[in-house]
């Protein structure tokens, strides 16, 4: 049996073999029956020993995981959100793949430094100065 591999990004490949699934039971509505059945899922990736992430994709994805991330580098996501556990599957595995993608977005360009317009300088300081004689005026009135 050939296991999937998912391409999420460019430098962020997950083969399946290394997603680990275990069924907990599940708080929330159901009734008798959730007592019973374990629907959610804890979804158990190695985010540190992964082979089809790149370095710079596995160190933010650590880095976004924050609370679900382990101390070894394991991120582990629990989802138990629907009554089914073909659905609380589905949605772990979405919330995953969602976060490498975030992790493995290109950085934002560097901030071009600008400064202010000469006109944008003289509007600041009118107000400004224009602020000033409205506290000044605010004081108390000499009676000579």
Known sequence: MASVTFDIAPGARINEDELEESFIRASGPGGQNVNKVATAVQLRFDAAHSPGLSERV??????FAGQRATKDGAIV???GRFRT???NREDARER???LVAR????PPPPRK???PSRGAVERRLKEKSGRATVKK?????DRE
Do not use: H
């Open 58 to 63: 596995r160190e933010r994805t650590i880095e």
């Open 77 to 79: 996501i629990e989802a």
């Open 85 to 87: 556990q073909e659905r």
């Open 96 to 98: 995953l793949f969602a």
């Open 103 to 106: 992790a493995a977005e290109p």
């Open 113 to 115: 430094k600008t400064k």
């Open 137 to 141: 005026m605010r004081g108390k009135i």
